[in-house]
């Protein structure tokens, strides 16, 4: 990959994670870019590293994880990004694993709460499974799949934490495994 490819790749990421109205899977990453605007650019060093470093596949993955971490500038910027991209390939590898302990701690506090579904908001509170995931007990991941399955999110929302999170649920689904494979274990939810 060239490095005015990962600059494309880059510019559609960002607009697809930043801007609620682009949508990389219908638009196919189609972005207008020139090589001048590249030129200036005061990141080039990164983007002729990751083209030297990583395949197509992989500068997708890196600029996603960091994306997803909250990286507004898909680590382009950040001297821990490399890392960032590491963890979340080790969470990409351990996904079922990690979303199945997180299936658990859902239903343990539905118990412990006396909550008959964790996707709707109780007495005023937030729905359990964002309280859970602001608490840091359950993955981005969890949150997407379980949206995958059950379409809980709304875009549009007066809660301004609700809003970026769903925004952000909403991107990343389209990079996250398909989840029908936890329709059955998470049954017992809704």
Known sequence: ????????????LRLHFTNPKYDITKTRGAVKASQAAFQKRKDILSMRKLARDYTKREV??????????GDRWGGMFDTNAEETYKQWKNKKQN??????????????????QEIDNPLTATDGQHPL???????????????????????YVIIQTDDIFLQDLNLLITKYKPFVQNGQKFLERTSNFV
Do not use: W
């Open 129 to 151: 499974i964002y309280r859970l995931y602001f608490g840091h007990l359950i993955s981005l991941e969890t949150l997407v799949i379980l949206d995958k399955l059950y379409n």
């Open 95 to 112: 996904i079922d694993y990690i979303i199945e302990q997180d299936f658990c701690k859902i239903e343990l506090e539905m118990e412990k």
């Open 1 to 12: 990959m060239d490095p005015f490819n990962v600059y494309k790749t880059y510019l559609a």
């Open 60 to 69: 997708i993955d890196f600029l996603v994880a960091n994306f997803v971490a």
